[in-house]
């Protein structure tokens, strides 16, 4: 009687010790799939290694389905349209202050997003300075990861640029598929209010708005669009 307890209790025992390696042999598969699952993801999003130090806000927003985006803005460069330190003057003698910056939409999701960007024309009093006013612009030059370190992160006849479009209305529109990213230029002027400026994309719900300050004259934030859900 003995003897088949002991027996009884050995295989009870080696029965619990399988099912536990059983349990944690698969907890292991699962957590390396999904390890390897987010590298595979997130391999082409990661593409240089000094992106980071040129990151000012890093922020992801869930979205009304709890689909995740995160939105990167970068700090801005510039404080000059030429690196010899010519500022840009309008056709009426204006002299502007002008950064160059760019933002990074990187799609979490299974789902395709649709940005759709509409910078109006004209100008906006978003400084403390009742004179003082900003401009957007979203120039189609292709941004590329080797120009971080280049003068105005790479963008070139910025003069030409601005004469042509300096009182037109800028769009953007782009299909980011599933985890995949989109990387964009802004370049924001200033009048009347130089100083150290900062930018950068937002989202509240599906609106998307872009922030600029500039120390210490204040700041304000200018409708530009949406973000949809392409299903």
Known sequence: ????????ILIITWLCSCGQRSNSKREEVAVKSEVEATTKNNSRLSQNPDLEKFIYTDTTYTLSKGEKITIQNSFPKGGMIEPNGTQYVDSTGKSHGFASFWTRIINHTDIALGLNM??????????????????????????SFDKLSNFNYGLTDIKSYLDAN???????????????????????????ASGIPR?????????????????????????????????
Do not use: C, W
Not at 1 to 8: A, E, G, Q
Not at 131 to 141: G, H, N, R
């Open 166 to 192: 300096f009182d037109k209305a800028a769009m953007l529109q782009k299909t980011i598929n599933p985890n995949e990213d989109y990387i964009f230029y802004v370049m924001a002027l200033s009048y009347e």
């Open 118 to 143: 509409n910078v109006p024309a004209g100008s906006f009093p978003i400084f403390t300075s009742p004179d003082s006013y900003l401009k957007l612009f979203l120039p189609k030059q292709k941004f």
């Open 1 to 8: 009687m003995r003897n088949k307890l002991t027996i009884s």
């Open 199 to 231: 930018g950068g994309l937002t989202l509240k719900e599906q609106d998307l708005y872009y922030k600029v300050s500039v120390a210490p004259h204040g700041s304000g934030a200018v409708p530009v669009g949406k973000i949809t859900i392409k299903y």
